[in-house]
């Protein structure tokens, strides 16, 4: 079940907390949408935290509220125990579309947040582009336009683009949902290895069961109508390495089968 906490205990110190956090969306001067009824909960650092849910359950809502693109009708999300209250540097945002501006290069869209926020030199912001275009696997298209990438490679950079800052949270809202199954794989994988490697916390939208299983500590299921956290489930007998073989092992047909069963519960 969600996390509840009450309202006058201290915000983690480390982590983020999402509390008592609801969206109400007005629609003209009578009409409302509950976006996110009351929610609470802790993600804790280097975590990989997955909401899944049909569409209009909120998922994306919350991530934004999270990442402070949206403000909360209820409640605060606390970074490390400090509030936060707009777009925030602690967290780079990845979206369903890379996003990259089409008249810059791709490493001109790699160095644009840091143009932006000026948070650290431009040599510095270059040499972390190189090395992030070579982690990613992009090196080559480095001077290359983004419309002669390929959709997964869009999102390589996009990526890349959210890492330049150094951010300690990934946000990313369905990011692999337009790309083929076997590109999607290929990026969990990756984005695993990068997870474990620069031990980020990461937070990730999707709507896909098998994705929110195989790269979960845990999952968040929301529900519509009004859009609600309705329970999160850890993933249990894991090997403490995952790659890409656990999606041929038993252990993960059976965690796939009870985050499906979470589902079948919520009778949508
Ligand atoms: N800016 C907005 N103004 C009014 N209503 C909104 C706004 N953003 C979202 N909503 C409504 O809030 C609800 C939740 O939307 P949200 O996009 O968060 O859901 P979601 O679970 O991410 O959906 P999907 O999976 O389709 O992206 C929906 O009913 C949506 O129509």
Redesign the pocket.
């Known amino acids: 079940m969600p996390t509840a906490r009450s309202e006058d205990a201290a915000p983690s110190a480390t982590g983020i907390d999402v509390r008592d956090v609801s969206?109400i969306?007005?629609?003209g001067a009578s009409e409302q949408?509950?976006?996110?009824k009351p929610l609470s909960l802790t993600i804790r650092k280097g975590e990989f935290f997955s909401?899944i849910?049909?569409?209009?359950?909120?998922?994306?809502?919350?991530?934004?509220i999270i990442a402070g693109l949206?403000t909360p009708t209820t409640g605060g999300v606390f970074i490390n125990g400090t509030q936060v209250t707009g777009p925030d540097s602690r967290i780079g945002m990845v979206f369903?579309k890379s996003t990259l501006l089409p008249w810059r290069t791709v490493l001109q869209n790699l160095l644009l947040p840091v143009e932006v926020t000026k948070s650290c030199s431009m040599q510095e912001a270059r040499s972390r582009a190189d090395r992030l275009l070579e982690m990613m696997g992009i090196a080559a298209f480095k001077n290359r336009s983004p419309d002669e990438l390929s959709g997964g490679m869009q999102q390589r950079a996009a990526i890349a683009r959210a890492l330049i800052t150094d951010p300690e949270i990934l946000a990313m809202?369905?990011p692999f949902s337009a790309l083929d199954e076997f590109t999607r794989e290929r990026l969990n994988d990756e984005l695993m290895g990068l997870q474990k490697s620069a031990q980020k916390t990461i937070i990730f939208?999707t709507?896909n069961i098998s994705e929110a299983v195989f790269l979960s500590d845990r999952i968040g299921v929301?529900a519509?109508?009004p859009?609600r956290l309705d329970s999160i489930i850890e993933a249990q007998g894991f090997p403490a390495v995952r790659d890409a073989s656990l999606r041929k092992k038993q252990e993960f047909f059976r965690e796939v089968a009870r985050a499906r069963d979470a589902f079948d519960r919520l009778h949508l």
């Open positions: 969206k969306f007005a629609l949408t509950v976006a996110l909401f849910g049909p569409s209009g359950c909120g998922k994306t809502t919350l991530l934004r949206t369903q809202d369905e939208v709507h929301m519509p109508r859009g």
